[in-house]
């Protein structure tokens, strides 16, 4: 028996994949927030109640979708396995499944969360709310509630499974038709190869929440589209610093290579320059002692005459 949790936030597209992949591996798809959507629209007493705990996006009880699961195994003991999208999203209720599977001696296989940024969450949720009109997708206030529960009391159930050695998490951003692949690729993975896709760890960074939904909501609001495409440009250039840094240390060593005859021509001149500058001294020096003889000569010559015009008069 194949029985999948599909975990991930309000607008992950764990409603979308989970029956793409309910009709790949032939399984039933028990989704607690369309069990829910039913009691509605039939007015039964269960949905009246639940109906405005879901309007203001808040968790329905544990009692209720505890049953309602209870009530849809029973109804389905030939399944192949199951799908739970939406469920568990409390401690309690994840304790509550592994109970009653336990029972049916069919064990949780593996739990797959989709991971999609807070930006593109509300994005797709307040484009459903305009376009299909389901009630707690038309305001953003109950958007920015059920992100935040999810966060608190959803999410750390990545931890009780990842605690089984069945936590797996895949890429939730792309293409339905990506994200499906990807989500068979790890459920194949799994069950046939007997080795875990994924270690456990979470392939994107896990989308953080601040601890007041009003917060949290600037946060997304605050957070554009074009910032994010920065980061990646950012992330994209850390990845290039290595290839610039061979090229950094190469360049000088070519660089030393060329100026390398330069430098002995140029030292060449430089000597030569100071041999001619030797020679001219030198010649300047004896040109020096040159006119330094001749005006001794001249002053003895000129002693001389004085002398014997001197002689003379007397
Ligand atoms: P539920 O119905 O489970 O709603 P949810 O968890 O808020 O999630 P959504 O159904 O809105 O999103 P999804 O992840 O299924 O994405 P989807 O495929 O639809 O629960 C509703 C309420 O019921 C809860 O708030 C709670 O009150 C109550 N409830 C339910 N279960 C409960 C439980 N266990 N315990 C207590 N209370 C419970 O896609 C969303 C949109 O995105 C669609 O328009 C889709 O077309 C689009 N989309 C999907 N994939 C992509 C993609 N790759 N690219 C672009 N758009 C995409
Ligand atoms: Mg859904």
Redesign the pocket.
Known sequence: MLNIV?F????????????KLCEAYHLIHL???????DEISRVTELGMQ?KS??D???????E??IAM?DAKLNANPQAKGFIF??????QA?AQALDELLEKRNAPISMMIA?E?NDV??L???L??GA??G?P??RDENV?RR?IF??NNQ?APLKKYYSQQNKFHSVY?????E??FELLCATIDNKTQIKKPYHDGTVTIADVSMEDEPAKHLRAIKETPKTNLAKKAIVKKKVAAKPAKKIAKKSAPKKAKAKTKPVKKAIAKKVVKKAAAKKVVKKAALKKAKKIKKITAKKKVVAKKTTKKSSKKRK
């Open positions: 599909l991930g936030p309000p607008g992950a597209g764990k409603g979308t994949q989970s029956k989704s607690t927030g369309d069990l829910l959507r639940a705990i879901m203001k996006g808040e968790l329905v009880s544990d209720i979708v699961i999208d939406g469920f568990p999203r409390t209720q989709l999609v593109e969450l994005h797709r949720l484009l459903r376009e299909s389901r707690d997708d958007i059920r529960n999810y959803t939730g951003m792309g293409t339905v990506n994200i």
